[in-house]
């Protein structure tokens, strides 16, 4: 009555009749589930996570948000799918993402991921938007241009900003993920520069690498300061401090070219730079980096918004405005019935303000 069904990685997994499977259950929301980076359905979510990746760049953000959000149940799961009666009752799974379940679960493949994939628009829009500093709405109207690729978008004269133009340059290098070793080395500069603008201010490592990931497309950064204040006007000094060392081997880890300005938010509190790094094959590439200042009162709201994951982070925000009547952000909690911000300086005590079990990063990979 039972089968032995041996996977690829040499699990064994006893397949059971239709009538004895068991239905998973997880609650509904991402920031209610532990899930760390061991994903028993990773063909199921890589291929909703295309299908979010592909309305995301079309501008289709809530089709987008409703495939992370299945795939993110998948993640969650203790074992791999084998039958679709194990999803009665699972939270977000919508006809859509159920029909693409189905497909692969019985021919192995989904004929909507794979015809995806292979579209013309969906690879000019992955190529266009990799590039550092382009976003959906440029690369489409790139495409209806007739720009598909990088030859077409050097040869077509289009005017590019400061960011775009080292993107397009340094496509391959941002392009490759970025290792934990490449990571641990640029905070190792960055907290250099850091301490010799700001003695005091401390620097951590958020983003994926504070998840447990062990590559990443960027290095997060975020920076804070003991004294209340004094974080202002870091930023703007730190970053003149990685200018000026502008083609200066820094004990031959770490060469910083060039500093590209991505994004600028209220009071110079985030910026996204471009570093080059030895490899040790004499070589230096681009890697993207990405700095955040906070002041000490909001660093426990700032920690919480930049470690991620992004759907973690979403579902945070959709937690406390629909269960809790506050609003979360990176800087604050606001109570809305009481009409006031609540403090906190850990992130256990925001959890605990939400009426949520404490997640450590590493089980925020949703
Ligand atoms: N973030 C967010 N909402 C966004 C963008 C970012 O909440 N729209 C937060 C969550 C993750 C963190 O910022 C860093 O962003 P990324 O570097 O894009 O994410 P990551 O998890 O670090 O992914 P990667 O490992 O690929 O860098
Ligand atoms: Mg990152």
Same mark, same amino acid.
């Given at each position: 009555?039972?089968? +032995?069904? *041996?996977?690829?990685?040499?699990?064994?997994?006893?397949?059971?009749?239709?009538?004895?499977?068991?239905?998973?259950?997880?609650?509904?929301?991402?920031? *209610?589930?532990?899930?760390? !980076?061991?994903?028993?359905?990773?063909?199921?979510?890589?291929?909703?996570?295309?299908?979010?990746?592909?309305?995301?760049?079309?501008?289709?953000?809530?089709?987008?948000?409703?495939?992370?959000?299945?795939?993110?149940?998948?993640?969650?799961?203790?074992?791999?799918?084998?039958?679709?009666? *194990?999803?009665?009752?699972?939270?977000?799974?919508?006809?859509?993402?159920?029909?693409?379940?189905?497909?692969?679960?019985?021919?192995?493949?989904? %004929?909507?991921?794979?015809?995806?994939?292979?579209?013309?628009?969906?690879?000019? !829009?992955?190529?266009?938007?990799?590039?550092?500093?382009?976003?959906?709405?440029?690369?489409?109207?790139?495409?209806?241009?007739?720009? &598909?690729?990088? =030859?077409?978008?050097?040869?077509?004269?289009?005017?590019?900003? $400061?960011? =775009?133009?080292?993107?397009?340059? &340094?496509?391959?290098?941002?392009?490759?993920?970025?290792?934990?070793?490449?990571?641990?080395?640029?905070?190792?500069?960055?907290?250099?520069?850091?301490?010799?603008? %700001?003695?005091?201010? *401390?620097?951590?490592?958020?983003?994926?690498?504070?998840?447990?990931?062990?590559?990443? &497309?960027?290095?997060?950064?975020?920076?804070?300061?003991?004294?209340?204040?004094?974080?202002?006007?870091?930023?703007?000094?730190?970053?003149?401090?990685?200018?000026?060392?502008?083609?200066?081997?820094? =004990?031959?880890?770490?060469?910083?070219?060039?500093?590209?300005?991505? +994004?600028?938010?209220? +009071?110079?509190?985030?910026?996204?730079?471009?570093?080059?790094?030895?490899? =040790?094959?004499?070589?230096?590439?681009?890697?993207?980096?990405?700095?955040?200042?906070?002041?000490?009162?909001?660093?426990?709201?700032? !920690? !919480?918004?930049?470690?991620? %994951?992004?759907?973690?982070?979403?579902? +945070?925000?959709?937690?406390?405005?629909?269960?809790?009547?506050?609003?979360?952000?990176?800087?604050?909690?606001?109570?809305?019935?009481?009409?006031?911000?609540?403090?906190?300086?850990?992130?256990?005590?925001?959890?605990?303000?939400?009426?949520?079990?404490?997640?450590?990063?590493?089980? $925020?990979?949703?």
């Amino acid at each position: 009555r039972h089968k +032995l069904q *041996q996977t690829p990685g040499g699990t064994v997994h006893l397949l059971m009749n239709d009538s004895e499977v068991t239905p998973f259950s997880v609650p509904g929301y991402a920031c *209610q589930r532990r899930c760390t !980076l061991e994903n028993h359905n990773a063909v199921l979510t890589d291929a909703l996570s295309l299908l979010a990746e592909n309305a995301e760049l079309s501008d289709e953000d809530g089709r987008g948000v409703a495939f992370r959000r299945a795939a993110a149940v998948l993640k969650a799961l203790p074992s791999a799918v084998t039958n679709m009666s *194990q999803l009665t009752g699972l939270p977000c799974l919508g006809g859509h993402s159920l029909r693409v379940i189905k497909d692969i679960l019985e021919n192995g493949t989904s %004929s909507e991921v794979e015809s995806t994939k292979e579209s013309e628009r969906f690879k000019a !829009l992955k190529v266009l938007t990799g590039i550092f500093g382009v976003g959906s709405k440029t690369a489409d109207r790139w495409i209806r241009e007739g720009i &598909h690729n990088l =030859q077409q978008l050097r040869d077509s004269g289009q005017t590019l900003n $400061r960011a =775009q133009q080292a993107g397009l340059e &340094h496509y391959d290098d941002i392009k490759q993920p970025v290792s934990l070793a490449e990571a641990e080395a640029i905070r190792g500069i960055v907290g250099r520069a850091v301490a010799s603008v %700001s003695p005091e201010a *401390q620097i951590v490592l958020t983003g994926g690498f504070r998840r447990g990931k062990l590559t990443g &497309h960027d290095v997060d950064f975020l920076i804070t300061h003991p004294e209340e204040g004094s974080e202002v006007g870091l930023m703007p000094k730190l970053v003149s401090w990685l200018e000026s060392r502008v083609s200066c081997h820094l =004990q031959n880890v770490l060469l910083i070219c060039d500093v590209i300005f991505l +994004l600028m938010f209220a +009071l110079f509190c985030r910026f996204s730079l471009c570093c080059f790094i030895d490899k =040790q094959t004499r070589r230096w590439r681009a890697v993207r980096v990405d700095l955040v200042v906070s002041p000490i009162s909001q660093f426990a709201f700032a !920690l !919480l918004g930049w470690t991620g %994951s992004k759907l973690f982070e979403r579902e +945070l925000r959709r937690w406390a405005g629909h269960e809790k009547g506050m609003s979360l952000s990176s800087h604050a909690l606001y109570d809305n019935k009481q009409g006031r911000y609540i403090r906190a300086s850990s992130e256990e005590e925001i959890f605990a303000h939400l009426g949520l079990e404490f997640i450590p990063p590493n089980e $925020r990979n949703a």
